[in-house]
């Protein structure tokens, strides 16, 4: 089973993260293992995505998927890979 596939099946359960988020307007400062709720699994498919899995297969990086997760409240499109989180 794919990461991908294993965050899809774990939908509705909690997630633990691993790394500190990266916010692109720079507000907000996450704490490291916190817990979300998933709410979605998706491929990601931007144009970074290229860039996603060149680093996968020549760096050694683990799958890249984005997340929906429940975060503070308001729902959340995220980039994580397998690295990145715990499913509980």
């Known amino acids: ?4 596939q294993r965050l899809q099946a ?3 359960g909690l997630i633990q993260l691993k790394t500190q988020l990266y916010w692109y307007d720079g507000v ?6 916190r817990i979300c709720m ?3 699994a998706d ?3 931007d144009p970074l995505d290229a860039v996603a899995r060149t680093a996968e297969a020549h760096l050694g990086m683990s ?8 975060i503070d409240g ?3 499109w995220i980039w994580i890979t397998e690295a990145d989180v715990e499913l509980l």
């Open 1 to 4: 089973m794919t990461f991908l």
């Open 38 to 40: 998933l709410l979605d």
């Open 28 to 33: 907000r400062n996450e704490i490291v293992g």
């Open 74 to 76: 308001s729902p959340q």
């Open 10 to 12: 774990h939908k509705g």
């Open 43 to 45: 491929a990601v498919e």
């Open 63 to 70: 799958s890249t998927a984005a997340a929906l997760l429940l």
